[in-house]
């Protein structure tokens, strides 16, 4: 481990020995940290590794149990947010706390003290966000932003503050990789100044391409200090992860036998406004065979799913068959009953209740497929919650499924930990067909190549998987073959050797040249 | 110094189990300040109003008779409501089905049969379930708020009993007083004991919050009732109709209502009049409310608030205050029950440094 403090300059911020308890639950346990003036710093870990609870302790949202944080070599204790503010601290929210209704600059001047001018602020507002590439109309309305220019809002409130120290976190988990690179060129002018910047990710690629030294949580604990530059994406994975990301094992999966799911020329009108139509799509997915489904976000992904789970049935009976049986009419259960399972995206309010415990959660899925064995009482349909206690044990098991308590709700478990139990909750009855949306979507390295693996091995053992992705290294990962959906029509699908990324980038274009010029005029009119 | 409240990491089971305590302490409190205020000793006159009834077995009869309705009604509305259809006409409802429960004694004073009275119960409970299936249909066809249609039924339905006891259905030996001919004996529900008027609505009540609480327990049902209610989204993805839950809820909370009105008119009135109800349908609401949409809890609730109503006919005896004040206690109540679950999700903190408004998250 490279240790920090030889470089003999103080540091900007440090911590010592920070620890937050919930109950008993230590979230940090004795975490050391120091942040130098102009660097950017990134703090990495997988999903529930104490990141935001750090980061809400420096910025004064909870309190440490116990440790000491030490601003410019002096102790302090951040109480509130306004204090880490007054100290030098700004945040940027993962989540945007704006107000739609109002402008850019209304929103800013309500962080603000309220004795200045609404016009003064936009004005000041309008130059930072120049000098800083982040171009911002006081005047615009935030409901007309995109998300990338809702973010710059929240930087440029930070900025105004004046701040030594900004922390980010995620930044670019809801950005277009050209936002991205448009806040990495600010992210390096902060650090021109001399500003620091605490960078939150757990994309590796990221912090070693901006970052100048790196701290790894795991468990609430540091398992490195390092640089990132110097590092490989294994080692940093394997200071993550604990051990290293256990690289997904796919040997051949021989000869894929029959076709279980077959889609023949299936459209579907939008549902809303903003959905997209499906235009004559066709594919068939044979056993043993992995079909991925790549394309970028919004290209009726989302409508693809609800169309095979049957959630939203399509009007010709015949254009999907499972396994040999016409299912377009026919409602999720009974696919369900033919031997399919289903992912959805959305882990909260859709895969999952949050506020429900993990076996009711299980009985969501499954209280009409394995009606045998969880329900009783004939027509009165009462539950056998002991049957489905057991099977949720069972589940969380095999998955490795860490959770605080014997039957937590669904909303108490990190993303990664519930998507194991989702996806977890599919395999447990081996589904022949499998359809996954965005299986591994906000999930820790860790736990992803878990999922990832267990897809592989579904098909290997006979069964048809379909894994509708935006993340190309997931689809390569685990495709036995590739098509492209956009615009609401899918490709032909190609065996995953025969792709390349460029071909697969073209697919993803090609199909219709607008989505191209549209994409380009958003940005003409994002630039001004 | 400011208030601020402070969402908690998770749901405080300790303020779940108290919170319903604490609104009964508030309401008391400040009912009590509420009659000094007025110039009446606050303990004497609280102790007229909520003790005591208590202590004397005719009113303890008459707590039986307004508690009945009021956990009948409230039982279906706790369905309703946890399934996120928001039935606000339970009182019309009620009204609907104590009409439809009366067609047989009113235009068939002749017939006299043992099974005159499952039929009347049955036709209430009909009535009031297809009352119900209008604002049902309303939002499932059109989508059309159930707040907004089925408490203007309300008043359709009321006006239309009081057309009906002053036109077609009017006692013609009545001496033009708006009522019905009073009903056959055996239209009459049955009291319980020898002691008093506590009639079988009380039963009907019971078996139904225990049937409805076995069903969000044990049953299948229940649990799509939560889920549709919860995330209607999941809801379709377990393969539940959310459309089939709006029919449901609210047919089942009018089919209770409705039975809750033909046991009031049958039991405790014996005719039809213009005015069958002081706001039952309403009054369950706070009672669903109050009972935490648990059909057991709806049980204590519902005694609860039918004390607010004898209280407030004692107050207007022996101590002259208006019977208004039952109405008052009612209100208060509520306001403290809806208050005091903030504190279920929400921790209070004050905040007394003089720092800026916070934006952040």
Request: one cysteine or more; hydrophobic letters at 45%; glycine letters at 10%.
């Amino acid at each position: 481990m490279v240790s920090s403090q030889d470089q003999g300059e103080p540091s900007l911020l440090s911590v010592r020995g920070l620890t937050k308890l919930f109950g008993t639950f230590a979230a940090c346990d004795g975490i050391d940290l120091d942040i130098a003036p102009g660097e950017i710093h990134a703090l990495l870990g997988e999903n529930g590794a104490g990141k935001s609870t750090l980061v809400k302790m420096l910025f004064g949202v909870l309190q440490p149990s116990s440790g000491q944080i030490l601003w410019q070599g002096k102790p302090v204790s951040i109480s509130s947010p306004g204090q880490a503010r007054d100290l030098g601290i700004g945040m940027v929210f993962q989540h945007f706390s704006l107000f739609e209704a109002l402008t850019v600059g209304e929103n800013i001047a309500l962080s603000l003290d309220p004795k200045i001018s609404l016009s003064k602020i936009s004005e000041e507002a309008a130059s930072l966000s120049k000098a800083y590439g982040l171009p911002l109309d006081p005047k615009m309305h935030v409901a007309d932003l995109s998300v990338g220019e809702r973010q710059r809002i929240e930087i440029v409130r930070a900025l105004l503050q004046n701040p030594k120290l900004i922390i980010l976190d995620e930044p670019t988990s809801v950005l277009t990789p050209q936002e991205a690179d448009r806040l990495f060129e600010t992210l390096f002018k902060l650090k021109a100044e001399g500003r620091s910047v605490l960078y939150i990710s757990h994309r590796l690629d990221e912090v070693q391409r901006i970052c100048d030294r790196a701290t790894v949580l795991r468990h609430g604990k540091v398992t490195g200090v390092c640089d990132p530059r110097q590092e490989t994406p294994a080692s940093l994975a394997r200071m993550m992860v604990g051990s290293d990301v256990a690289a997904v094992h796919r040997e051949d999966l021989g000869t894929p036998g029959e076709v279980l799911l077959d889609v023949k020329s299936m459209s579907f009108a939008p549902r809303t406004p903003f959905a997209v139509s499906l235009k004559n799509v066709s594919m068939s997915v044979r056993a043993g065979e992995v079909l991925a489904i790549a394309g970028v976000a919004g290209n009726g992904q989302g409508e693809l799913f609800d169309v095979l789970s049957g959630e939203y049935p399509v009007a010709d009976h015949d254009a999907i068959k499972i396994r040999g049986t016409s299912v377009g009419r026919t409602r999720i259960n009974g696919r369900r009953l033919l031997g399919a399972g289903f992912v959805p995206e959305e882990r909260h309010g859709h895969a999952a209740v949050s506020q429900m415990s993990l076996s009711d959660n299980l009985l969501l899925a499954r209280a009409h497929s394995d009606r045998k064995a969880f329900l009783a009482g004939g027509l009165g349909k009462v539950i056998r919650h002991g049957a489905v206690k057991a099977a949720t044990a069972r589940i969380c098991q095999v998955m490795d499924v860490r959770k605080s308590g014997e039957d937590p709700t669904a909303g108490s478990l990190s993303g990664g930990n519930l998507q194991k139990f989702i996806v977890g909750r599919e395999l447990d009855r081996q589904p022949s067909v499998l359809v996954v949306n965005q299986p591994t979507w906000g999930v820790d390295a860790g736990a992803a190549s878990r999922i990832r693996q267990a897809l592989i091995d579904l098909a290997k053992s006979g069964s048809a998987v379909v894994v509708i992705s935006q993340d190309l290294d997931e689809i390569f990962e685990v495709a036995t073959s590739i098509a492209v959906i956009s615009e609401g029509r899918l490709s032909d699908a190609y065996p995953a050797g025969t792709l390349s990324l460029e071909r697969i980038g073209l697919l993803m274009g090609g199909i219709h040249d607008s989505t191209q010029h549209a994409s380009h005029a958003g940005e003409a009119a994002d630039a001004h | 110094m400011r208030i601020e409240l402070e969402r908690r990491a998770r749901a405080s089971t300790a303020f779940a189990a108290i919170s319903p305590l604490l609104a009964l302490v508030l309401t008391l409190f400040f009912g009590g300040l509420m009659f000094w205020l007025m110039g009446k000793d606050p303990v004497a006159t609280l102790y007229t109003f909520f003790i005591e009834p208590l202590f004397d077995v005719w009113s303890l009869h008459e707590l039986v008779i307004k508690a009945a309705p009021l956990i009948l009604i409230a039982v279906g509305l706790a369905i309703c409501f946890r399934s996120n259809n928001w039935n606000i006409g339970a009182e019309g409802q009620f009204t609907m089905g104590a009409i439809t429960g009366s067609i047989l004694p009113v235009l068939m004073p002749e017939w006299h049969s043992a099974a005159l009275l499952p039929a009347m119960l049955i036709m209430g409970m009909l009535g009031g379930a297809l009352y119900a299936g209008i604002p049902a249909l309303l939002k499932t066809r059109f989508n059309t708020n159930e707040i907004l249609t089925s408490l203007m039924l309300v008043y359709i339905a009321q006006l239309f009993l009081d057309w009906l006891v002053r036109g077609p259905w009017r006692d013609p030996q009545g001496y033009n007083f708006p009522k019905t001919i009073s009903f056959a004996p055996e239209a009459i529900l049955p009291e319980l004991l020898d002691s008093g008027r506590a009639h079988w609505a009380a039963v009907f009540a019971i078996v139904a919050a225990i049937a409805l609480w076995f069903m969000m327990r044990f049953m299948l049902k229940g649990f799509e009732v939560s889920v549709l209610g919860q995330a209607e989204r999941a809801g379709r993805f377990a393969g539940f109709s959310s459309k089939k839950m709006v029919w449901f809820a609210l047919m089942l909370s009018g089919a209770l209502a409705g039975l809750a009105g033909i046991s009031e008119v049958s039991g405790s009135i014996g005719h039809l009049q213009p005015s069958i109800s002081p706001g039952y349908g309403f009054t369950a609401i706070i009672v669903a409310f109050l009972g935490r949409l648990n059909p057991i809890g709806i049980i204590a609730s519902g005694l609860v608030l039918a004390l607010t109503y004898l209280g407030g006919e004692a107050a207007q005896l022996s101590i002259g205050i208006s019977d208004k004040i039952s109405r008052v206690f009612q209100g208060l109540l509520l306001f403290f029950v809806l208050s005091c679950d903030t504190l279920i999700l929400y921790r209070i903190r004050l905040v007394f440094s003089g720092s800026k408004t916070e934006a952040g998250a």
